[in-house]
Nanobody
Framework: QVQLRESGGGLVHTGGSLRLSCTASGRTDSTYTMAWFRQAPGKERSFVAAINLSGTYYADSVKGRFTISRDNAKNTIYLQMNNAKPEDTAVYYC????????????WGQGTQVTVSS
């Protein structure tokens, strides 16, 4: 099992930037696919971005504004959020595919991001 802990959330103005971090502990493996999801108030959790050995993947709503990256030496992934919009307001979750099922098996507790207009 992998434990995931997000940090870096907070309040940002429209057009501003924020960087989220997710640090893994436990049975870490640099080959795991890691991802960010988000859940806005009253909405279902949705995919934001993912990273694995094959590359990076983004939801259309964040493409060109957000960048996912990884530092294997620190067991940490990042989500650089630029040109933030009010619709980016959500709780952001880090997730990992650790059991080969194709789904995301381990999740963090989430970090709140609020974008003010």
């Amino acid at each position: 099992q992998v434990q995931l802990r997000e940090s870096g959330g907070g309040l940002v103005h429209t057009g501003g930037s924020l960087r989220l971090s997710c640090t893994a502990s436990g049975r870490t493996d640099s080959t795991y696919t890691m991802a960010w999801f988000r859940q806005a108030p009253g909405k279902e959790r949705s995919f934001v971005a993912a990273i694995n050995l094959s590359g990076t993947y983004y939801a259309d709503s964040v493409k060109g504004r957000f960048t996912i990256s990884r530092d294997n030496a620190k067991n940490t992934i990042y989500l650089q959020m630029n040109n933030a919009k009010p619709e980016d307001t959500a709780v952001y979750y880090c997730a990992a595919q650790t059991r080969g099922s194709g789904g995301y098996d381990d999740w963090g507790q989430g970090t709140q991001v609020t974008v003010s207009s």
